[in-house]
């Protein structure tokens, strides 16, 4: 489109004779704020935020929320944020990558989320799940799965039941 050309769809309405209240006037007019408008926001300053405004445990529970709604994209998002700062934020990667079948990418996830927090019981149950669910490496998850309990006596009844189905397929 040449210049010039833009306004020519109020072309017939400016070549006319018509009156100021005409309704012909006010299209012309109309049309012509809008052009005016659409050029003018193409020059406005854009805002960048520089800051992120969450916590990254609120990222991560921003995360928790898209990932019982399903959201598994949005939810890995929010992980990932969070993982900047919080290192359990590689369990919950670990585990939307465990959803979506990519178990490599699972496994990477929960050892990061193990050599960041040596402390973090579920890491180390959710890869011996993996192992178990996978049926490799089953020495070694059956090894997770009592450094679990050991890390966390709390939660010995799960980590118990991925221990027990271990030693089951192992017989």
């Not at 050892?111 to 890869?127: F, T």
């Not at 009592?146 to 030693?167: C, F, G, H, V």
């Amino acid at each position: 489109m040449g210049k010039g050309k833009l306004l020519d769809i109020t072309y017939k309405y400016r070549m006319n004779d018509r009156q100021p209240g005409d309704v012909g006037m006010k299209l012309y007019a109309l049309c012509y704020m809008l052009i005016a408008l659409c050029l003018c926001a193409c020059s406005l300053p854009r805002i960048i935020v520089l800051d992120d405004p969450l916590t990254p445990q609120e990222h991560l529970n921003l995360g928790v929320t898209y990932e019982k709604k399903g959201e598994l994209d949005s939810a890995m998002k929010e992980y990932e944020a969070a993982s900047k700062k919080l290192p359990a934020a590689y369990l919950y990667m670990g585990n939307i990558h465990f959803q979506k079948n990519e178990f490599d990418d699972a496994e990477s996830c929960y050892r990061k989320a193990i050599s960041k927090d040596a402390n973090n019981a579920d890491a180390y149950n959710n890869l011996a799940w993996l192992y178990y669910v996978n049926e490799k490496n089953l020495d070694e998850a059956e090894q997770l799965a009592l450094k679990a309990i050991e890390l966390n006596p709390e939660k010995k009844t799960i980590y118990q039941d991925t221990l027990e189905k271990i030693r089951g397929v192992k017989k």
